[in-house]
């Protein structure tokens, strides 16, 4: 399974208008900057979160698939008997 461009165009759009296009709508007042720093701080980290997540799903951690040879010496090799 490959990466591909449409799911992570749409979310860095997504990702990127939070963070980019909506510090520029924030209230007036006191707080401004705090806010814009927030949508753009939450944008970038889910952004990031939202990719790691993706780009896992493209190599899993997943055990070896061994064969029934193989499983049976692992069984002799560590002292536990297989049983057909």
Known sequence: MGASFVPITVFTVFWGVVGIVCPFFAPKGPNRGIIQVVLMLTAATCWL??????????????????????????SQTWGKSYKQ
């Open 49 to 74: 979160f939202w990719l790691c997540a993706y780009m896992a799903q493209m190599n899993p951690l997943i055990g070896p698939r061994l064969d029934n040879e193989t499983l049976i010496w692992i």
